[in-house]
């Protein structure tokens, strides 16, 4: 069946550390993006990439970085600068261009606590 | 710039009601596309539906449907006879396309009580 994994599903880290997030999928699809959400908020753009090798930052990027060596794979590096890294962390992927836009699939998610 | 409004934080209502979320957004393209997406507790996003600004053709989907004003830059979506399986977080959403980026609203969060 074709998707997108997110794994782990619960994180815990200590303060201080570095913690990477792995997002998988094997729909195909150019596009790959990281949202974050907080309770009772919607989703903000984290980073976001159309093609492999190539990525732009999204409206809070600060304290994050990702990389996209391969069309598959989109991981998310929540570092130590990242003032209040406590969140559920959203991966999607979506089709580029055809002249429209195209809507987004999203994994499971994972939920980052720091303790 | 781009805003997407969801004023309704919270609905309860009892089952087999109907039910309507409000969706109002802002932007200054022609060409844009709105989504709705829901989100049920387990947290990941289902998507409902796309729709572009040059079709403003409601839509049903069985016991969904959705009603697309540009008039009043309104994209709301209605639930028939709802069953507790609705019980979800529903997000609006607009994209302009440019940039394959889209700009999602803070979510109505839609209590089907039994």
């Known amino acids: 069946d074709g998707g997108i994994t997110q794994s782990p599903k619960y994180l815990f880290r200590k303060e201080g550390q570095n913690v990477t997030l792995s997002c998988e999928q094997n729909?195909?699809?150019?596009?790959m993006y990281w949202y974050r959400q907080d309770p009772g908020q919607g989703l903000r753009l984290i980073y976001y990439?159309?093609?492999?090798?190539?990525?732009q930052k999204g409206d809070i990027a600060e304290g994050y970085s990702v990389s996209r060596e391969k069309k598959e794979s989109f991981p998310l590096t929540v570092t130590s600068a990242q003032k209040n890294p406590t969140a559920f962390y959203l991966c999607?992927?979506?089709?580029?261009?055809?002249?429209?836009?195209?809507?987004?699939?999203f994994g499971p998610g994972t939920r980052l606590t720091v303790l | 710039a781009q805003k997407v409004t969801q004023a309704q934080t919270e609905i309860s209502v009892v089952e087999k009601e109907d039910v309507t979320l409000d969706c109002v957004y802002e932007?200054?393209?022609?060409?844009?596309?709105l989504f709705w997406y829901k989100q049920p507790p387990s947290g990941e996003l289902v998507f409902l539906i796309r729709?572009?600004?040059?079709?403003?053709q409601n839509e049903i989907s069985g016991r969904y449907s959705w009603n697309f004003q540009k008039s009043t830059s309104s994209f709301n979506f209605t639930i028939t006879a709802s069953q507790v399986v609705d019980s979800a977080v529903y997000f609006c959403?607009?994209?302009?396309?440019?940039?394959?980026?889209?700009?999602f609203g803070k979510g109505t969060r839609l209590h089907i009580l039994p």
């Open positions: 990439s159309q093609i492999v090798n190539d990525f």
């Open positions: 729909l195909n699809h150019d596009a």
């Open positions: 729709r572009n600004s040059f079709d403003e």
């Open positions: 959403a607009l994209s302009e396309g440019r940039d394959d980026k889209i700009i």
């Open positions: 932007t200054r393209d022609t060409t844009y596309y």
């Open positions: 999607a992927s979506s089709i580029v261009g055809g002249g429209t836009y195209n809507e987004q699939f």
